[in-house]
């Protein structure tokens, strides 16, 4: 890594810079059920715990809407890194019937928090350690696991036909709702994969835990290797998975042991309380677990239509209908925010701190839709920030200008994904380090990018409904306009004067 600002900005120092500059907001430690948080949601309860996060039950105090929401369990660079990689992938699936859909996010504080759609009826994991899968006789439950089994696939070929690997395919990552609708959640290991640190399957780690990019009791032998993964590695686990489901209980340390397992399993006498299994279900799990690869089902959807088959001889036809399967969309960059204004392509500040290759490492992963493209250059924006803020604890003086418009610049950003709380806490970060240089130091050079970052404000506040607020930010940007227009005779901002009139004008139309 280069030596932040050793050519770009020379080598002055100010002692008290980092007390001025570098705005760092309390984090929360374990939600308590009953508290609120970010003003609007109530922890009802706590959903579980993997790998990467902590899922909690919350509910929207005004709207009665439930969310399950994730927390990161590490705050380090590498876990934050991983907790944006899963925001970047998840926002980039389209609606699908068997996909948890990621609705938003907020910051609070330095923490990103995932907000997604609750599943009421649990995971496939609750139903086989309640007994509830079983429940009815083994032909209810052997009709129950089928249907699951063929929605699971639908919501993976889903994935796969996007260029996704879910990587960590197992019933604790299959939720269903109480209406028996199946969905796939959890993608914390699609893109985090390349940074997963090599983890040995020992160590007193839960081997039903992610950690290291996989599961155990669920991985591919490929997984085990670190070997290049490709959708047949789900494919995989989705075989352990289903056997599990037959069987009840895990009595394997490793997935890769599972073609043993289920020939062990068939030439066992069954429990009587427990479906067997069907001809054709054999068949499928020895197909998805051959050692080779290439030797395995080339689609979860080839996977989906096996079970149907075996659903359809077993009962009668399969009634749910597969649902469409998009394609993968890239479009252009454009990083036009919502009111207009675009922020600057992160490599602009990156190219001053990091060396080309960790550039490009860092912005490999930005196709994809706009709000996956959006989220990539947020993520760059805070290894900016990380790097600046060093920097600026270190005393260098030049940087603040910098530190300012990376606020600005990432506030646009959380505002056009949704979060404009957050958009909210960097406006005012950018401005507080703008007003000191501007109204302290006297550097009126700088008063008409205040004036942005007070306009943007404004436009913050008015989104979340504090119009008064709002009014009162957009006159401290027009008393700026007002003094360089007419003052100074800088009449190139005359149209941002009127810009600004105008907004205000809307607020007090507004208010009455």
Request: glycine share 10%; proline share 4%; hydrophobic share 35%.
């Amino acid at each position: 890594m280069k030596n932040p600002f050793s050519q770009s900005f020379g080598s002055k120092r100010m002692d008290s810079i980092g007390s001025r500059t570098v705005f760092k907001e309390p984090t929360t430690g374990e939600w308590e059920v009953g508290s609120a948080i970010l003003g609007e949601y109530k922890v009802k309860g706590r959903l579980g715990k993997g790998g990467m996060g902590i899922v909690y039950l919350l509910r929207n105090q005004k709207t009665g809407g439930r969310f399950a929401v994730k927390r990161a369990i590490a705050k380090d660079k590498r876990n934050r890194e991983n907790f944006l990689s899963e925001l970047q992938a998840w926002v980039d699936l389209p609606e699908n019937p068997h996909i948890v859909a990621c609705r938003f996010f907020r910051t609070m504080g330095d923490e990103v928090i995932l907000f997604s759609d609750y599943v009421d009826g649990g995971s496939v994991k609750d139903l086989i350690d309640t007994g509830r899968l079983y429940e009815g006789g083994p032909m209810e439950s052997l009709r129950r696991i089928l249907d699951i089994g063929i929605q699971a696939a639908w919501g993976l070929h889903a994935l796969h036909n996007l260029g996704y690997v879910h990587q960590d395919v197992k019933p604790g990552n299959v939720l269903i709702t109480r209406d028996g609708v199946v969905k796939i959640t959890d993608f914390g290991l699609i893109k985090a994969r390349a940074r997963a640190a090599s983890t040995p399957l020992s160590g007193g780690k839960s081997l039903f835990v992610s950690y290291g990019g996989m599961t155990p009791v669920y991985c591919s032998p490929e997984q085990l290797n670190r070997e290049r993964l490709t959708r047949r590695t789900d494919i995989w686990s989705f075989g352990v998975s289903l056997l599990h489901l037959f069987t009840g209980e895990v009595t394997w340390r490793s997935g890769v042991v599972a073609p043993e397992v289920l020939e062990d399993y068939l030439k066992e006498e069954g429990d009587p309380g427990l479906p067997g299994m069907p001809q054709g279900v054999v068949e499928t799990l020895r197909r998805c677990l051959k050692q080779d690869p290439k030797e395995r089902w080339k689609t979860m959807l080839e996977v989906a239509d096996a079970l149907s088959e075996v659903y359809q001889k077993s009962f009668v036809a399969y009634k749910r209908m597969a649902p469409a399967f998009s394609m993968p969309v890239s479009v252009e960059h454009d990083r036009r925010g919502i009111h207009g204004t675009k922020w600057r392509d992160p490599k602009y500040f990156l190219e001053k701190v990091m060396d080309e290759g960790e550039i490009e490492r860092l912005l490999s992963a930005r196709g994809g839709s706009r709000k996956a493209q959006a989220v990539g250059d947020m993520a760059a924006y805070e290894e900016a920030l990380r790097l600046y803020e060093e920097a600026a604890k270190e005393g260098v003086r030049e940087i603040e200008d910098e530190i300012h418009l990376l606020y600005l610049n990432k506030g646009l950003i959380h505002e056009y994904l949704g979060d404009s709380p957050g958009s909210l806490r960097l406006f005012d970060r950018a401005i507080g380090i703008r007003e000191r240089l501007v109204y302290k130091e006297g550097r009126w050079e700088l008063a008409d990018d205040l004036a942005v970052s007070y306009n943007n404000k404004a436009f913050a506040l008015d989104s979340l409904g504090r119009p008064k607020e709002a009014a009162d930010i957009r006159d401290k940007a027009i008393g700026i306009y007002e003094r360089l227009v007419y003052k100074e005779g800088r009449w190139e901002l005359a149209d941002d004067l009127a810009r600004s009139y105008n907004n205000k004008g809307l607020i007090h139309e507004y208010l009455g």
